[in-house]
């Protein structure tokens, strides 16, 4: 039999990044789909995919796998566009960091084409097929959202090029358990970061500033467009991890204006407790140091 | 003229990569002085300072510098211990990272004793001995907050210190300025990595979590008593920073929950410009990804 056809469409950094780690996967041929010339240029320069083409439509009626790896409002539009475009049998995949918004959108494909929503988490606070690597994902997890209609073969498939990229591991999750650990996980550490950004020191503080106050504030530069839709698209699970973190803020400040020093200790050995038992595994990170 | 001794008390992570960063410095000869057998034997093995002593006491009569290197409360006592035992012409100084509380109490030593207050910026999230490294300053900042009645030559001297040690640079502040901006660059990170550790869904997102997550709670496990001791005698300006966040974060949560994704746009392109004006440069760190 021949070789397989993954198109990529988007060669963004997430979709750049999977197009160059997926080459040499088994026996497959990456064709990446662009919009712009100057993409197509960038992504032909540091050769991004095997192929390279500006005509989505024609990339996704050849693909056996098709990556969709565009923000989530330009999916949703992508698979109501190119419905009847995609070939029957292929499996369809998105990158996407809210999933129940995409898997619903999905619902339009034909039922010969098998849709299975996925999230790489990885990124960086830059973006372009400029920024791409192939070793973006060494070491992140990779989140897959499948349903009991899927092909196993296609699960069995993603988890083996999931592998081949570096991931380090692959979770399961149904689209709405997602969505509710992502706000707390990765959606609220971006406000966080925002809100701290807003305080009125932040432009005085320079020369104080420590590993903890960089390492928080990193994901504060971020593509503004992207992730108005990622916290919309999940605004419900949001706004309760939100709500939550300042409880639990407002306790301590609570606490540390109360002046009871038996009271502080007790909850600091709370929280750092479960800091201790929790324990996260990550991928190698050369400096771990810095107040 | 014969060497200068530096003496250093207490060698915990900070102390003793003090220690350590210091041998060679001009023709000086650094006295570690412990209160431990376990740290002196630690010590010794791994060579931390010149010379060991478990006589504090002795140890300031000889130093012509004296860094103390103790959590705030405990540099609080010494300082009423040894009042009259530091060399007279002798340099005192300290690593505390609240600076009002310390510079308030080395007002009980005699005028022939000059105190100058320090707070290098830098740590891990392990304590002691066994994890002090001589390159832990590495590219940190060095905040020194001395007044008008200090030694010039003195100030001058633990500008040479902090850059032999691998201090980035020396930022100056009064003890005030400090306490206040601390509050905001280092206290209040620590106590949102606690609050986050606090949610409920801490132990069920495992596999779920990015660099973020990992980078946001990393200092979440921390030194109880120390960090009850900083916050405490910080409490004023540390409970306005967590105010100003907890502000921050309702209106970040408000505006989700409008469903105004335009508001939601421009308040995060707000929070972002302000961070990629801040655009921080710090120590270089092997890996910034992972959203």
């Known amino acids: 039999m021949g070789g397989m056809t993954v198109a990529v469409v988007g060669l963004g950094l997430i979709g750049g990044s999977i197009a160059m780690a997926l080459q040499g996967f088994e026996d497959c041929t990456v064709v990446g789909a662009v919009r712009s010339q100057r993409t197509?240029?960038?992504?032909?320069?540091?050769?991004?995919?095997?192929?390279?083409?500006?005509?989505?439509?024609?990339?996704?009626?050849?693909?056996?796998?098709?990556?969709?790896?565009?923000?989530?409002?330009?999916?949703?539009?992508?698979?109501?566009?190119?419905?009847?475009?995609?070939?029957?049998?292929?499996?369809?995949?998105?990158?996407?960091?809210?999933?129940?918004?995409?898997?619903?959108?999905?619902?339009?494909?034909?039922?010969?084409?098998?849709?299975?929503?996925?999230?790489?988490?990885?990124?960086?606070e830059v973006s372009g097929v400029a920024n791409a690597e192939s070793d973006l994902f060494r070491g992140a997890h990779f989140i897959l959202t499948p349903s009991g209609k899927n092909d196993p073969?296609?699960?069995?498939?993603?988890?083996?090029?999931?592998q081949y990229m570096g991931f380090r591991d692959v979770v399961r999750a149904t689209p709405e358990e997602?969505?509710?650990?992502?706000?707390y996980t990765?959606?609220?550490?971006?406000?966080?970061?925002?809100?701290?950004c807003d305080d009125p020191d932040l432009f005085s503080?320079?020369?104080f500033e420590g590993g903890s106050f960089r390492d928080c504030t990193r994901v504060a530069a971020l593509d503004v467009p992207l992730w108005t839709e990622l916290f919309s698209l999940n605004a419900p699970a949001l706004t309760r991890v939100i709500q939550t973190l300042e409880d639990n803020l407002r306790a301590y400040r609570e606490?540390?204006?109360?002046?009871?020093?038996?009271?502080?200790?007790?909850?600091?050995?709370?929280?750092?407790?479960?800091?201790?038992?929790?324990?996260?595994?990550?991928?190698?990170?050369?400096?771990?140091r810095g107040n």
């Not at 619903?104 to 929503?117: K, Q």
Request: with cysteine; net charge neutral; hydrophobic share 45%.
């Open 40 to 124: 197509y240029d960038l992504a032909l320069e540091r050769q991004v995919a095997d192929r390279l083409t500006m005509d989505a439509a024609q990339a996704v009626r050849e693909a056996d796998v098709v990556w969709l790896c565009l923000p989530p409002q330009a999916i949703l539009d992508f698979l109501a566009a190119h419905r009847d475009h995609f070939k029957p049998g292929s499996l369809v995949t998105d990158v996407c960091g809210v999933k129940t918004a995409i898997v619903e959108g999905a619902r339009c494909l034909p039922d010969t084409v098998d849709f299975i929503g996925c999230h790489p988490m990885a990124g960086k």
């Open 153 to 162: 073969a296609h699960v069995a498939l993603l988890e083996r090029m999931a």
């Open 178 to 183: 997602h969505d509710a650990i992502i706000a």
């Open 186 to 196: 990765s959606q609220v550490m971006h406000v966080m970061a925002a809100a701290v």
């Open 205 to 207: 503080c320079k020369g």
């Open 255 to 288: 606490t540390i204006q109360s002046g009871d020093r038996a009271a502080l200790a007790e909850k600091l050995r709370h929280s750092s407790d479960r800091k201790r038992r929790m324990n996260f595994e990550g991928p190698p990170r050369g400096d771990q």
